[in-house]
Nanobody, 122 residues
Framework: QVQLVESGGGLVQPGGSLRLSCAAS????????MGWYRQAPGKQRELVAT???????DYVDSVKGRFTISRDNAKHTMYLQMNSLKPEDTAVYYC????????????????WGQGTQVTVSS
């Protein structure tokens, strides 16, 4: 089995920073594209940023210049550095993996973590 576990969320004041981590564990060789999504109360889940196994990144316009996505393939871990946080960044942040190559020589698709809460408030 494979698990995605997020960490690093919390309460931060506007203008502050947080660094989220998503660690994949279990019987896997590699992960293709990974991403961070977020869901605010009463809103739909939205894509925040993605990163391919080769390191190509993409961001939603609202976080460009403030957030940085990165990953360590050897550790099966993805990060989201969030700077200049705003109250509208408040949401549950979810880790996503589109395709996982497992040690059973099968693919797992569309894997999600359990989410971590980020609250930006004074």
């Amino acid at each position: 089995q494979v698990q995605l576990v997020e960490s690093g969320g919390g309460l931060v004041q506007p203008g502050g920073s947080l660094r989220l981590s998503c660690a994949a564990s279990g019987s896997l060789f590699s992960i293709y594209t990974m991403g961070w999504y977020r869901q605010a109360p009463g809103k739909q889940r939205e894509l925040v940023a993605t990163i391919t196994s080769g390191g190509s990144t993409d961001y939603v316009d609202s976080v460009k210049g403030r957030f940085t996505i990165s990953r360590d393939n050897a550790k099966h871990t993805m990060y989201l550095q969030m700077n200049s946080l705003k109250p509208e960044d408040t949401a549950v942040y979810y880790c996503h993996a589109d395709r996982i190559w497992t040690t059973s020589y099968t693919y797992l698709y569309n894997y999600w973590g359990q989410g971590t809460q980020v609250t930006v408030s004074s």
